[in-house]
């Protein structure tokens, strides 16, 4: 069983920056793609990253210039940073990791708020 494990949310001020930590139990490049999921309350968990074994990351429109996925195969370990937050990005944060003919794996979810 693959574990995930989100870290670094908190409360932070608008236009402040977090970086979130999600750390597998395995090695991450057995995985096709990583990424982080959002869920604000009342509206249904959405994509904000992704980052295939390759390299090759993607972005939605809304997070595009401000946040930025990597990740760390020696620590088995993928990172969102996240820079001008704004009150919208307030939600829980989700990490994922898929892999074909297994699926998808979830972490427990990291809260971060923006607020002044």
């Known amino acids: 069983q693959v574990q995930l494990v989100e870290s670094g949310g908190g409360l932070v001020q608008p236009g402040g920056s977090l970086r979130l930590s999600c750390a597998a139990s395995r090695n991450i490049f057995s995985f096709n793609a990583m990424g982080w999921y959002r869920q604000a309350p009342g509206k249904q968990r959405e994509l904000v990253a992704s980052?295939?074994?390759?390299?090759?990351?993607n972005y939605v429109d809304f997070v595009k210039g401000r946040f930025t996925i990597s990740s760390d195969n020696a620590k088995n370990t993928v990172y969102l940073q996240m820079n001008s937050l704004k009150p919208e990005d307030t939600a829980v944060y989700y990490c994922?990791?898929?892999?074909?003919?297994?699926?998808?794996?979830w972490g427990q979810g990291t809260q971060v708020t923006v607020s002044s």
């Open positions: 994922n990791a898929w892999r074909i003919r297994e699926g998808n794996y």
């Open positions: 980052i295939t074994s390759g390299g090759t990351t």
